[in-house]
């Protein structure tokens, strides 16, 4: 069975940075382009980040272009998220995903809050 598994998640002042990690397990995680997504009360899922299956190429939504950074240990079956210069605006769940044989499969996400 495909699992999931985020944390680092937590409260930070803004300007401060957190790193999220996801484990995966169940599949092989190294020919799989992996997602970070967020979401926040009375809003729609957005999609933060993505990262191809060697970590060659991402993808930041335009929120978090120069803040955030996805990247990925292959050895060791995680994809982190480090965020950096964070904001209120970046309050959320935070959650790891990703598509397998054309199903979808979700962690179980992640707080982030960002008060001071």
Same mark, same amino acid.
């Not at 979401?39 to 933060?48: A, I, S």
């Not at 299956?53 to 996805?70: E, L, P, Q, W």
């Not at 240990?73 to 998220?81: M, R």
């Given at each position: 069975?495909?699992?999931?598994?985020?944390?680092?998640?937590?409260?930070?002042? !803004?300007?401060? *940075?957190?790193?999220?990690?996801?484990?995966?397990?169940?599949?092989?995680?190294?020919?799989?382009?992996?997602?970070?997504?967020?979401?926040? !009360?009375?809003?729609?899922?957005?999609?933060?980040?993505?990262? *191809?299956?060697?970590?060659?190429?991402?993808?930041?939504?335009? *929120?978090?272009?120069?803040?955030?950074?996805?990247?990925?240990?292959?050895?060791?079956?995680?994809?982190?998220?480090?965020?950096?210069?964070?904001? !209120?605006?970046?309050?959320?769940?935070?959650?790891?995903?990703?598509?397998?044989?054309?199903?979808?499969?979700?962690?179980?996400?992640?707080?982030?809050?960002?008060? *001071?």
């Amino acid at each position: 069975q495909v699992q999931l598994v985020e944390s680092g998640g937590g409260l930070v002042q !803004p300007g401060g *940075s957190l790193r999220l990690s996801c484990v995966a397990s169940g599949f092989t995680f190294s020919y799989f382009v992996m997602r970070w997504y967020r979401q926040t !009360p009375g809003k729609e899922r957005e999609l933060v980040a993505a990262i *191809s299956s060697t970590g060659g190429v991402t993808n930041y939504a335009d *929120s978090v272009k120069g803040r955030f950074t996805i990247s990925r240990d292959n050895a060791k079956n995680t994809v982190y998220l480090q965020m950096n210069s964070l904001s !209120p605006e970046d309050t959320a769940v935070y959650y790891c995903y990703v598509v397998k044989s054309q199903s979808q499969y979700w962690g179980q996400g992640t707080q982030v809050t960002v008060s *001071s």
